[in-house]
């Protein structure tokens, strides 16, 4: 059964640094458009970044934009997410998202099929 497996997260002072992980467990990894959202407690579920499946193209929220990069490695069926300049409001937990559909709206969470379990980001101020 195919999944999605999300690391990397923890605490960290805000101004700091962290790179998120997100494993694929089957090799159809490089037919996906891979994304990143974040849910923090009471709100609901946001688009943070997204990536081709030729890495041609990177998308990025507003927030997160010249402080976070989305990269990926189809060899070893990962993408990453690293977090600089850390801000307490980036406070949530952050999940990876595989979508087998180019024509869908990437931006948005109808725009995947397969999600990770997701993993706890907490910056301190």
């Known amino acids: 059964q195919e999944e999605l497996v999300e690391s990397g997260g923890g605490l960290v002072q805000a101004g700091g640094s962290l790179r998120l992980s997100c494993v694929d467990s089957?090799?159809?990894?490089?037919?996906?458009?891979m994304g990143w959202f974040r849910q923090a407690p009471g709100k609901e579920r946001e688009f943070v970044a997204s990536?081709?499946?030729?890495?041609?193209?990177?998308y990025y929220s507003d927030p997160v934009k010249g402080r976070f990069t989305i990269s990926r490695e189809n060899g070893k069926n990962t993408v990453y997410l690293q977090m600089n300049s850390l801000k307490p409001e980036d406070t949530a937990v952050y999940y990876c998202?595989?979508?087998?559909?180019?024509?869908?709206?990437?931006?948005?969470?109808?725009?995947?099929?397969?999600w990770g379990q997701g993993t706890q980001v907490t910056v301190s101020s």
């Open positions: 089957v090799r159809t990894f490089r037919n996906y458009i």
């Open positions: 998202a595989a979508g087998t559909n180019p024509t869908r709206n990437t931006n948005v969470r109808d725009g995947y099929d397969l």
């Open positions: 990536v081709t499946v030729d890495s041609a193209s990177k």
